[in-house]
C-alpha cells in the first residue's frame, strides 16, 4: 500500500544531469519544465480560481498530499562538471538542478508557480517582502538616467523609493501623474527615456482605480513596460489579462491572510524573471531579497483557499458601504455606483469575486478619525487599529498619518488624501451582522456626540 503513494520520480536520492535522458525519466522531466512555462495557455486562461486548481501539484518526498519543505541553503551534485554547467546556465531548475537558494528553491519555486498561475503569467518569483518585489523589479527594467511615469497616489513606501532614494542612489528619476488623465500619462512619457509606467491596480488608500487596458495601450505605443502593483485586488482584477506586463504583489496581505508573514512576488515574463536571477545582472540574485523556504511553504497552503476569503472579504465590504452611505455618511468604495470608477472596474473585474475587502471613511478631521477608530476597537470590538490589510479581523488606520505619512501635505492633497480618512480592510470574523452591529454603534455614538456633519 505504501508503495502506491511513493512518486514514480522520487526513487532517488540524488540525480545526476544524465538522469532525465532516459525513457520515462526524460518525460517526468520534461514534465517539470514548467517553471518559467504558462500554468495554463493564454488562450484558455479565464478565472484564477481555475488557474490555480490547474497548476501543478507537488506531493512530498514520501508520497505526502503535500509539497516537502527543502530548507537546505545549497545543493549537491553527483558529478563534478555538473557544478560549471549550471554556473553557465546550461543546467537549471527547469530541470531540477539547484544551486543555492539565494538563487532558485524547490519549495520557493513551487509558491511561485501558484503565484503566476493567480496571475495568468509566463512566470514568477517570491521574495521576501512586497517592498523587495518592487524595488527588485523596477531596478532590473530601470537603469542610472532612465525615468518613470508613476501613479501620484501609491503606497507610502513606494512612493518614497521613487521620489527620495531612486534619485539619490541610482539616478533614476519618476514623474507623478494623475493616473486617470490619460492625457497627462501619454505627455508624461520621454520616449527613449521612460521605461515603465508604474501605479496600483486599485490605489492606497484612495481606492482610486486604474484604466489598465488603456494605460497599457498608451504605454506600449511608446515602448514603455507596464508595472501593475494588484496587492489591494487579488483574484478581483488580473492586470495582465488586461494589457499590463508585469505584477507585483505585497503577499503579507490578502494572499497570506495571516498578518504574520512578510512576503512579496513579481509575476511576468519568463525572460523577466529569468534575468532577475542572472548570476552577472540579476536583481534578485545581486540584492538577494530571498523567501525562506519555509515560509513558502506556509503560503502555498493558504492560496488554494484565497478566492473563498476574497469574496467575503468583498461580500462584507460591499453591505458594510451601501448602508453606511444611506446613514449619510462620506463613504468611498469602488462597488458603489457613486464611485467615479465603478464602471470601469466593473467592466474588468473577474466575475463572482466583488469589488474589493477595503473601504474608506472620509471622516474631515484626523480627531474624528481617530475618535470613530478609538470606538471601534475598545467600545465596541469591530477591529483592530493597525496598518495592513487583508486580515480576517477588520483592521483601520488614519491613512494620512500612517501608512501615507512619507508624503507631504501637498503630495497628499494631489493624492485625494484628507487628514481624516479612515481605511478599513474588512475582516470575514464572525457573523456579517454582528459585526455590522459594532460598527453601527460606534457609528451611533459619534452622531448622538454631534461629532458627524460638523467641518
Known sequence: MAETLLPTNNNTKKRTEHDDMDGQDYAASAAKKSMFLPTAAPATWEDPAM???????????????NMSIEASATFTVMEPETLQKMFSGELGADRDFFIYSRHFNPTVLNLSRQMAALEGTEAAYCTSSGMSAI?????QLVSSGDHIVASRTLYGGTHALLTHFFPRACN????????NDLDMVRNAIEVGKTKVVYFEAMSNPTLTVANIPELSQISHEKGVTVVVDNTFSPMV???????????????????????????????????????????????LMLLGPTMNAKVAFELAERVPHLGLRMKEHCNRAMVYATRMKKMGLKVIYPGLEEHP?????????????????????????????????????????FGFMAVSLGYYETLMSCSGSSTSSEMNNEEKELAGISPGLVRMSIGYIGTLEQKWSQLEKALTRMHDSGLFGKK
Do not use: W
Request: hydrophobic share 40%; charged share 15%; with cysteine.
Open 51 to 65: 488557474a490555480l486548481a490547474s497548476a501543478r501539484h507537488e506531493f512530498g518526498e514520501h508520497g505526502g498530499v
Open 135 to 139: 524595488s527588485s523589479v523596477l531596478l
Open 172 to 179: 533614476i528619476t519618476t514623474t507623478f501623474v494623475d493616473i
Open 237 to 283: 482584477l488580473s492586470p495582465v489579462k488586461l494589457g499590463a506586463d508585469v505584477v507585483v504583489h505585497s503577499i503579507s496581505k490578502f494572499i497570506s491572510g495571516g498578518a504574520d508573514i512578510i512576503a512579496g512576488v513579481v509575476c511576468g515574463p519568463a525572460s523577466l524573471v529569468n534575468s532577475m536571477m542572472d548570476l552577472h545582472q540579476g536583481a
Open 341 to 381: 470608477q465603478h464602471e470601469l472596474l466593473k467592466s474588468m473585474i473577474n466575475k463572482d469575486y466583488g469589488y474589493g475587502g477595503l473601504l474608506c471613511l472620509d471622516m474631515g478631521t484626523e480627531e474624528r478619525a481617530n475618535r470613530l477608530m478609538n470606538l471601534l476597537q475598545n467600545y465596541t470590538q
